[in-house]
């Protein structure tokens, strides 16, 4: 079965800057799913600003991607 990351993962681009929602909070960031094409890890804001919330709309920017692992990595705004 193809992987659906695979689909989607070239339409992002490093520096690009697209809308999604919060669909996960871990020790490792804020997940968001991406124009619900792709999740996109984030880092935590930086202190003073608010903490995500799940199912919130976020936006986002694209950091790097992992050709490898077909993963993408950003910073919410």
Known sequence: MPN???KYFDEFKP???YAG?????TE????VNL????D???KFPKS????PIMGEQAVVRVN???????FIYGTLR
Do not use: W
């Open 21 to 25: 929602i919060i669909t996960g909070i």
């Open 28 to 31: 490792s960031g804020v997940y």
């Open 35 to 38: 124009d619900q094409r792709m």
């Open 4 to 6: 659906p990351r695979n």
């Open 48 to 51: 003073g600003h608010r903490f």
């Open 15 to 17: 520096g690009d800057i």
């Open 64 to 70: 790097s991607k992992d050709e490898e692992k077909k």
């Open 40 to 42: 996109c890890l984030c």
